[in-house]
Protein backbone atom coordinates (compact mmCIF):
# COMPACT_ATOMS: atom_id res chain seq x y z
CA UNK A 1 0.00 0.00 0.00
CA UNK A 2 1.16 3.62 -1.01
CA UNK A 3 1.96 6.08 2.08
CA UNK A 4 -0.48 8.46 0.73
CA UNK A 5 -3.30 5.66 -0.74
CA UNK A 6 -6.60 6.97 -0.55
CA UNK A 7 -10.44 5.61 0.00
CA UNK A 8 -12.91 7.23 -2.18
CA UNK A 9 -13.52 9.71 0.27
CA UNK A 10 -10.05 11.21 0.05
CA UNK A 11 -8.90 9.68 3.49
CA UNK A 12 -5.53 8.42 3.64
CA UNK A 13 -5.40 4.56 4.62
CA UNK A 14 -2.05 4.78 6.57
CA UNK A 15 -3.62 7.58 8.37
CA UNK A 16 -7.40 5.83 9.12
CA UNK A 17 -4.82 2.81 10.61
CA UNK A 18 -3.25 4.12 12.84
CA UNK A 19 -6.42 5.96 14.44
CA UNK A 20 -8.36 2.49 14.18
CA UNK A 21 -5.50 1.18 16.13
CA UNK A 22 -4.76 3.95 18.30
CA UNK A 23 -8.64 4.23 19.34
CA UNK A 24 -8.81 0.59 19.29
CA UNK A 25 -6.59 0.26 21.92
CA UNK A 26 -7.68 2.76 24.00
CA UNK A 27 -11.17 1.67 24.06
CA UNK A 28 -10.77 -2.07 24.35
CA UNK A 29 -11.46 -2.12 28.07
CA UNK A 30 -14.61 -0.87 27.67
CA UNK A 31 -16.12 -4.07 26.49
CA UNK A 32 -13.21 -6.36 28.00
CA UNK A 33 -12.71 -5.53 31.24
CA UNK A 34 -14.49 -2.12 32.84
CA UNK A 35 -17.78 -3.96 31.41
CA UNK A 36 -17.80 -7.62 29.18
CA UNK A 37 -19.30 -7.52 26.03
CA UNK A 38 -21.05 -11.05 25.15
CA UNK A 39 -20.90 -11.38 21.05
CA UNK A 40 -23.27 -14.15 19.28
CA UNK A 41 -23.58 -14.89 15.67
CA UNK A 42 -19.98 -12.93 14.42
CA UNK A 43 -19.24 -15.93 12.36
CA UNK A 44 -21.21 -14.59 9.86
CA UNK A 45 -19.24 -11.99 9.35
CA UNK A 46 -15.77 -13.95 7.55
CA UNK A 47 -18.56 -15.43 4.96
CA UNK A 48 -19.74 -12.16 3.85
CA UNK A 49 -18.60 -10.05 0.53
CA UNK A 50 -15.80 -7.92 0.90
CA UNK A 51 -18.37 -5.09 -0.34
CA UNK A 52 -21.85 -4.57 -0.72
CA UNK A 53 -22.95 -5.06 3.01
CA UNK A 54 -25.48 -3.27 5.07
CA UNK A 55 -25.12 -3.77 8.86
CA UNK A 56 -29.05 -2.27 10.31
CA UNK A 57 -28.24 -1.84 14.46
CA UNK A 58 -30.78 -0.38 17.11
CA UNK A 59 -28.93 2.88 18.53
CA UNK A 60 -28.50 3.36 22.16
CA UNK A 61 -25.41 5.96 22.80
CA UNK A 62 -23.38 8.25 19.63
CA UNK A 63 -19.74 6.30 19.36
CA UNK A 64 -19.88 3.44 21.95
CA UNK A 65 -22.15 1.06 19.98
CA UNK A 66 -20.18 1.97 16.44
CA UNK A 67 -16.69 1.17 18.16
CA UNK A 68 -17.84 -1.68 19.35
CA UNK A 69 -18.65 -3.06 15.93
CA UNK A 70 -15.24 -1.54 14.66
CA UNK A 71 -13.68 -4.17 17.63
CA UNK A 72 -16.25 -7.44 16.57
CA UNK A 73 -16.08 -7.02 12.88
CA UNK A 74 -12.05 -6.80 13.06
CA UNK A 75 -11.84 -9.32 15.70
CA UNK A 76 -13.88 -11.74 13.72
CA UNK A 77 -12.37 -11.56 10.00
CA UNK A 78 -8.73 -12.40 12.10
CA UNK A 79 -10.39 -15.70 13.36
CA UNK A 80 -11.97 -14.96 16.50
CA UNK A 81 -15.52 -16.05 17.21
CA UNK A 82 -17.35 -14.17 19.44
CA UNK A 83 -14.76 -12.45 21.43
CA UNK A 84 -12.41 -9.73 21.40
CA UNK A 85 -9.75 -11.38 23.32
CA UNK A 86 -6.16 -10.18 22.39
CA UNK A 87 -6.48 -6.47 20.47
CA UNK A 88 -3.88 -8.22 18.23
CA UNK A 89 -6.78 -8.03 15.42
CA UNK A 90 -6.07 -4.21 15.56
CA UNK A 91 -2.63 -4.56 13.81
CA UNK A 92 -4.48 -5.15 10.33
CA UNK A 93 -8.02 -4.07 10.66
CA UNK A 94 -10.26 -3.77 7.93
CA UNK A 95 -10.07 -0.06 6.42
CA UNK A 96 -13.37 -0.08 3.58
CA UNK A 97 -15.63 -0.02 6.84
CA UNK A 98 -17.92 3.03 7.03
CA UNK A 99 -20.99 4.26 9.28
CA UNK A 100 -23.37 6.88 8.74
CA UNK A 101 -23.99 9.91 10.69
CA UNK A 102 -25.53 13.44 11.76
CA UNK A 103 -23.41 15.96 10.37
CA UNK A 104 -24.32 17.81 13.49
CA UNK A 105 -22.64 15.45 15.84
CA UNK A 106 -19.32 14.92 14.30
CA UNK A 107 -18.68 18.51 14.25
CA UNK A 108 -19.70 18.93 17.59
CA UNK A 109 -15.95 18.54 19.15
CA UNK A 110 -12.33 17.19 18.12
CA UNK A 111 -12.85 14.09 18.91
CA UNK A 112 -15.80 13.94 16.56
CA UNK A 113 -13.82 15.08 14.26
CA UNK A 114 -10.94 12.74 14.69
CA UNK A 115 -13.68 9.96 14.81
CA UNK A 116 -15.08 10.99 11.55
CA UNK A 117 -11.83 10.37 9.58
CA UNK A 118 -12.10 6.82 10.79
CA UNK A 119 -15.15 6.20 8.47
CA UNK A 120 -18.17 8.61 9.29
CA UNK A 121 -20.48 9.26 6.23
CA UNK A 122 -21.55 12.33 7.54
CA UNK A 123 -25.65 12.88 6.31
CA UNK A 124 -27.81 16.20 7.16
CA UNK A 125 -31.21 15.14 8.91
CA UNK A 126 -34.45 16.05 7.17
CA UNK A 127 -36.64 15.62 10.50
CA UNK A 128 -34.40 17.13 13.65
CA UNK A 129 -31.59 19.42 14.17
CA UNK A 130 -29.84 20.89 17.21
CA UNK A 131 -32.28 19.67 19.37
CA UNK A 132 -35.61 21.29 17.32
CA UNK A 133 -38.07 19.33 15.17
CA UNK A 134 -37.27 20.49 11.39
CA UNK A 135 -38.86 19.60 7.76
CA UNK A 136 -35.58 19.64 5.05
CA UNK A 137 -35.41 18.25 1.80
CA UNK A 138 -33.15 15.31 1.12
CA UNK A 139 -29.80 15.58 0.46
CA UNK A 140 -28.94 13.03 -2.66
CA UNK A 141 -25.07 13.97 -1.96
CA UNK A 142 -26.00 12.09 1.61
CA UNK A 143 -27.48 8.76 -0.54
CA UNK A 144 -24.82 8.69 -3.54
CA UNK A 145 -21.77 8.79 -0.50
CA UNK A 146 -23.87 5.84 0.83
CA UNK A 147 -23.16 4.11 -2.75
CA UNK A 148 -19.95 5.11 -3.02
CA UNK A 149 -19.32 3.30 0.27
CA UNK A 150 -21.17 0.76 -0.26
CA UNK A 151 -19.48 0.02 -3.30
CA UNK A 152 -16.17 0.03 -1.52
CA UNK A 153 -17.08 -2.33 1.53
CA UNK A 154 -19.32 -2.23 4.66
CA UNK A 155 -21.31 0.63 5.95
CA UNK A 156 -23.26 0.77 9.11
CA UNK A 157 -26.56 2.62 9.54
CA UNK A 158 -28.77 3.32 12.65
CA UNK A 159 -32.38 3.43 10.76
CA UNK A 160 -33.94 4.59 13.79
CA UNK A 161 -31.83 7.90 13.45
CA UNK A 162 -31.85 8.36 17.41
CA UNK A 163 -30.78 6.77 20.67
CA UNK A 164 -33.93 6.70 21.88
CA UNK A 165 -35.76 2.89 21.71
CA UNK A 166 -38.98 2.29 19.89
CA UNK A 167 -38.94 4.80 17.46
CA UNK A 168 -40.06 4.45 13.85
CA UNK A 169 -37.06 3.38 11.13
CA UNK A 170 -37.00 6.13 9.03
CA UNK A 171 -37.96 5.09 5.32
CA UNK A 172 -34.30 6.62 3.78
CA UNK A 173 -32.58 3.37 4.66
CA UNK A 174 -35.51 1.19 2.65
CA UNK A 175 -34.79 3.52 -0.03
CA UNK A 176 -31.26 2.87 -0.06
CA UNK A 177 -32.00 -0.86 0.08
CA UNK A 178 -34.16 -0.49 -2.77
CA UNK A 179 -31.38 1.69 -4.53
CA UNK A 180 -28.04 -0.20 -3.94
CA UNK A 181 -29.61 -4.23 -3.42
CA UNK A 182 -26.34 -4.04 -0.48
CA UNK A 183 -26.69 -8.05 2.21
CA UNK A 184 -28.84 -6.60 5.03
CA UNK A 185 -27.24 -7.78 8.25
CA UNK A 186 -29.22 -7.14 11.26
CA UNK A 187 -27.54 -6.09 14.27
CA UNK A 188 -29.08 -5.91 17.99
CA UNK A 189 -27.03 -4.24 20.95
CA UNK A 190 -28.18 -3.55 24.80
CA UNK A 191 -26.61 -2.56 27.81
CA UNK A 192 -24.66 0.61 25.56
CA UNK A 193 -26.97 2.92 27.32
CA UNK A 194 -26.91 1.88 31.03
CA UNK A 195 -22.73 1.56 30.16
CA UNK A 196 -22.19 4.87 29.12
CA UNK A 197 -23.15 8.16 29.09
CA UNK A 198 -25.18 9.39 25.84
CA UNK A 199 -22.57 10.49 23.31
CA UNK A 200 -20.92 6.93 24.79
CA UNK A 201 -17.41 8.57 25.58
CA UNK A 202 -17.76 8.27 29.26
CA UNK A 203 -17.90 5.09 31.60
CA UNK A 204 -21.04 5.90 33.66
CA UNK A 205 -21.15 2.63 35.12
CA UNK A 206 -18.96 -0.33 35.59
CA UNK A 207 -19.78 -4.00 35.83
CA UNK A 208 -22.65 -3.94 33.26
CA UNK A 209 -23.10 -7.00 30.46
CA UNK A 210 -23.21 -5.25 27.18
CA UNK A 211 -24.91 -7.67 24.27
CA UNK A 212 -24.35 -8.03 20.85
CA UNK A 213 -25.93 -10.05 18.35
CA UNK A 214 -24.87 -10.73 14.57
CA UNK A 215 -28.21 -11.58 12.81
CA UNK A 216 -28.32 -13.55 9.23
CA UNK A 217 -28.92 -11.81 6.48
CA UNK A 218 -32.15 -10.40 5.75
CA UNK A 219 -33.91 -12.18 2.64
CA UNK A 220 -35.72 -8.92 0.50
CA UNK A 221 -37.01 -8.93 -2.86
CA UNK A 222 -35.29 -6.08 -3.80
CA UNK A 223 -37.38 -4.76 -7.20
CA UNK A 224 -41.27 -6.39 -5.52
CA UNK A 225 -40.87 -5.35 -1.89
CA UNK A 226 -42.31 -1.86 -0.86
CA UNK A 227 -40.88 0.55 1.02
CA UNK A 228 -42.91 -0.23 4.14
CA UNK A 229 -42.88 -3.76 3.86
CA UNK A 230 -38.73 -3.48 3.86
CA UNK A 231 -39.10 -0.83 6.84
CA UNK A 232 -41.46 -3.77 8.81
CA UNK A 233 -38.52 -6.26 8.35
CA UNK A 234 -36.00 -3.98 9.53
CA UNK A 235 -38.36 -3.45 12.58
CA UNK A 236 -38.49 -6.46 13.48
CA UNK A 237 -35.02 -7.76 12.45
CA UNK A 238 -33.28 -4.93 14.98
CA UNK A 239 -36.36 -5.51 17.58
CA UNK A 240 -37.48 -2.52 17.35
CA UNK A 241 -41.04 -3.50 16.27
CA UNK A 242 -43.97 -2.26 18.55
CA UNK A 243 -44.77 -5.48 19.24
CA UNK A 244 -41.70 -6.70 21.22
CA UNK A 245 -42.76 -3.97 23.95
CA UNK A 246 -45.47 -6.35 24.82
CA UNK A 247 -42.91 -8.77 25.94
CA UNK A 248 -40.77 -6.17 27.64
CA UNK A 249 -41.54 -6.20 31.95
CA UNK A 250 -43.21 -2.55 32.44
CA UNK A 251 -40.53 -2.05 35.09
CA UNK A 252 -38.18 -1.73 32.68
CA UNK A 253 -40.21 0.10 29.83
CA UNK A 254 -40.68 3.12 33.08
CA UNK A 255 -37.13 3.06 33.78
CA UNK A 256 -36.01 3.25 30.04
CA UNK A 257 -38.45 6.30 29.85
CA UNK A 258 -37.07 8.04 32.88
CA UNK A 259 -33.94 7.99 31.55
CA UNK A 260 -34.20 9.29 28.58
CA UNK A 261 -36.43 12.11 30.12
CA UNK A 262 -33.28 12.85 32.02
CA UNK A 263 -31.15 13.10 28.55
CA UNK A 264 -30.21 16.88 27.68
CA UNK A 265 -30.44 16.62 23.64
CA UNK A 266 -31.09 14.00 21.04
CA UNK A 267 -29.11 12.82 18.43
Do not use: C
Not at 223 to 248: C, G, M, R
Amino acid sequence: MGLFKTNPFGHILFLKRWLIRFAGAMTHRRYRGFNELQIEGSELLKNLPDTGVLFVSNHQTYFADVVAMFHVFNASLSGREDSIKNIGYLWKPKLNMYYVAAGETMKSGLLPRILAYAGAITVSRTWREKGKEIERQVNFQDTENIGVALNDGWVITFPQGTTKPWKPIRKGTAHIIKQYKPIVVPIVIDGFRRSFDKKGLRIKKRGILQSFEVKEPLNIDYENDTVEKIVEQLEYAIEQHPSFLKVIPQEEIEKEEELNRTRQWEY
